[in-house]
């Protein structure tokens, strides 16, 4: 599975951005699907998760309300719509994918493990100015 990122760029503040990931491969409904994000000089960080059926899925406490993540199984389609930007959302922002099925827990209820993802995208870049 290759993932790839788009969507990023500069915004100011209060601002919005709509990034997409697009996967390769078959079977995208196995995967759950999540964004995490890595900010200059600090560790990745999760951000947001959705199940492979779409139906369930958790944020990160610091973009609750503001973030939507969506996803089209037919089109192996993954977005985050980013509202109310703020300056400490600046990163480079991952696409990361979690096979669950056959084993695996397939309802999104917390975090995805950073160490159970199997493939992540290169990442795409946004900037929020003050």
């Known amino acids: 599975v290759q993932l790839v990122e788009s969507g990023g760029g500069l915004v100011q503040a209060g601002g919005s951005l709509r990034l997409s990931c697009v996967a390769s491969?078959?079977?995208?409904?196995?995967?759950?699907m999540g964004w995490f994000r890595q900010a200059p000089g600090k560790e990745r960080e999760f951000v947001v998760a959705?199940?492979?059926?779409?139906?369930?899925?958790f944020y990160t406490d610091s973009v609750k309300g503001r973030f939507t993540i969506s996803r089209d199984n037919d089109k192996k389609t993954v977005t985050l719509q980013m509202n109310s930007l703020k300056p400490e959302d600046t990163a480079v922002y991952y696409c990361a994918a979690d096979q669950v099925i056959p084993f695996g827990k397939t309802v999104v209820d917390g975090p995805m493990n950073y160490g159970g993802v199997d493939y992540w995208g290169k990442g795409t870049l946004v900037t929020v100015s003050s």
């Open positions: 959705i199940s492979g059926s779409g139906d369930s899925t």
């Open positions: 491969g078959r079977a995208f409904n196995t995967y759950n």
